[in-house]
């Protein structure tokens, strides 16, 4: 399991590079479109990234104008990013991009058994979190 995640992530992150991007990028665009804007390091929290190097994120897509940022009028100190609409166009040709790679992934597989996977994997998944969503902590 471990190197056939390891081959499909690497894929897509040769897609990603041909457009510039990083799987990092990807993941904060997706999150904004899914969770809505964010205050900078609650986004950090949410996708496991070192508040440090979310903000090198953030201006790499904020200098691409695919997010916007403005600062909390109550508390200057908060950062607010928000998906621009060209964020959110890059987001469905990059979730495209995935959706190909995934599709290449799999290609030895019928339909029958790409849904068998996927319900199996989704139940290791589960089984993996605990009540609120968060991985239990490994032994």
């Not at 900078?40 to 508040?51: F, G, K, N």
């Amino acid at each position: 399991m471990s190197r056939t995640g390891k081959t499909a992530r690497n894929r897509l992150a040769e897609r990603l590079a041909d457009r510039g991007l990083r799987l990092r990028h990807m993941a904060v665009l997706a999150a904004l479109v899914d969770f809505g804007p964010h205050v900078q390091r609650e986004l950090a929290s949410r996708l496991a990234i070192d508040r440090s190097d979310i903000v090198k994120i953030i201006d790499e897509l904020s200098a691409a104008g695919l997010v916007d940022r403005a600062r909390d009028t109550a508390d200057r100190r908060r950062v607010t990013v928000t998906v621009s609409p060209t964020g959110r166009t890059l987001l469905d040709r990059l979730q495209a991009d995935a959706a190909a790679v995934q599709d290449d992934v799999l290609a030895p597989l019928n339909a029958r058994e790409r849904a068998r996977l996927t319900a199996l994997l989704t139940r290791v998944h589960h089984h993996l979190q605990d009540g609120s969503g968060v991985p239990r902590p490994s032994r």
